[in-house]
């Protein structure tokens, strides 16, 4: 089982920046992804980045050159570096692992953008 926490949402002005943080904890396995999506109201979780225990990673193209994901060495996490933050960037962030056994989501953060 695994479980994740997240951490770093908040309330940041257009064109301000944000970390959003990921641990996961468990029996984490040596090959997985781990990703962020977000959901924002009435609409569906879409991908936001998501980066595979071997560094590869793959970004939605609206948040391309704003936004960074990264791991640390323990592949136990995963970091969302928001720059450039527009008001459309408003959301709830969910952190994401998959590996072989299946998927976990994270319990959401929300993210508000606004002046």
Not at 39 to 48: D, F, S, Y
Not at 57 to 67: L, M, W
Request: proline content about 2%.
């Amino acid at each position: 089982q695994v479980q994740l926490v997240e951490s770093g949402g908040g309330l940041v002005q257009p064109g301000g920046s944000l970390r959003l943080s990921c641990v996961a904890s468990g029996s984490i396995s040596s090959v997985n992804i781990m990703g962020w999506y977000r959901q924002a109201p009435g609409k569906e979780r879409t991908l936001v980045a998501a980066i595979m225990n071997g560094g590869r990673t793959n970004y939605a193209e609206s948040v391309k050159g704003r936004f960074t994901i990264s791991r640390d060495n323990d592949n136990k996490s995963a970091n969302l570096q928001m720059n450039s933050l527009k008001s459309e960037d408003t959301a709830v962030y969910y952190c994401n692992y998959i590996d072989t056994a299946g998927h976990v989501w994270g319990q959401g953060t929300q993210v508000t953008v606004s002046s």
